[in-house]
């Protein structure tokens, strides 16, 4: 009798591997370098001491944000992908398609935030298009680095229920819902005076682009 041999194949996670100690190197860093801030940072969900502290437009480039950015596209990425394996649209080891997505999303906020800058401008509404970007960054920030240890979890174990990215789903849905109401709260003078700008704002870049990421990952994952 004739044993036949099936060659055995290995995914590659030594690329992932690297980035997530990357990504937890540069979150210990960025918490060793501001301690205070990254401090109340962490107690975003459960207190708004964090926003009225750091509500300066000065606080979008700084150190602390631009290092938080870099973590929050790794994290983003890696649930986007892990995402798509549970559901069976692609391979979560594809570094391929892990580095389409993360080129995607870097333009795709950035790109966002430049149009904002220009729309804030044309409308006359730029400080509060300032202030309004660095509230959801904040947040969009903080969802990131909540995400970021579940998605080591799920890329390392198999057989992962679907309701768990459904869940973390919903569960960003309500902390994005929850920041803008923040953000309306705050702003709320600005926003009656200049309501129909607001309006087609929330519109324009608020939902349109977000409809948009969705259709560009449907589209990939055929």
């Known amino acids: 009798m004739i044993e036949q041999f099936h060659p055995r194949i290995i ?9 997530f100690v990357l990504a937890f190197a ?16 962490t107690k975003l969900i459960f ?12 606080h979008l480039k700084s150190s602390f944000t631009v290092a938080l950015f870099f973590v929050q596209i790794i994290s983003y990425a890696f649930f986007i992908q ?3 394996h549970l559901f069976g649209y692609a391979a979560k080891t594809d570094w391929m398609l892990f580095t389409q997505i993360v080129t995607f999303l870097t333009y795709f ?21 300032d202030l309004f970007n660095l ?8 969802i990131g680095l909540l995400i970021l240890p579940v998605n080591a979890i799920l890329f390392y174990h198999d057989d992962i229920p679907k309701i768990i990215p459904l869940a973390i789903i919903g569960v960003s849905a ?15 003078n600005t926003i009656i005076n200049k309501l129909f700008y607001f309006i087609l704002y929330l519109c324009a870049l608020e939902i349109a682009p977000y409809y948009f990421l969705y259709y560009w990952i449907t589209k990939v994952a055929q």
């Open 11 to 19: 995914e590659n996670k030594d690329w992932a591997t690297l980035l």
């Open 26 to 41: 540069v979150v210990a860093i960025t918490k060793s370098a501001y301690e205070n801030r990254f401090s109340e940072f």
């Open 47 to 58: 207190s708004d001491k964090y926003v009225k502290i750091y509500r300066d437009v000065s």
């Open 82 to 84: 892990l995402t798509m």
């Open 109 to 129: 906020i950035l790109a966002k935030y430049l149009i904002e800058k220009i729309v804030g401008t044309s409308f006359n509404i730029n400080e509060f298009v």
């Open 135 to 142: 509230q959801k960054a904040t947040y969009r920030t903080y």
């Open 174 to 188: 309500c902390i994005s819902m929850f920041s803008y109401f923040i953000s309306i709260k705050t702003y709320q």
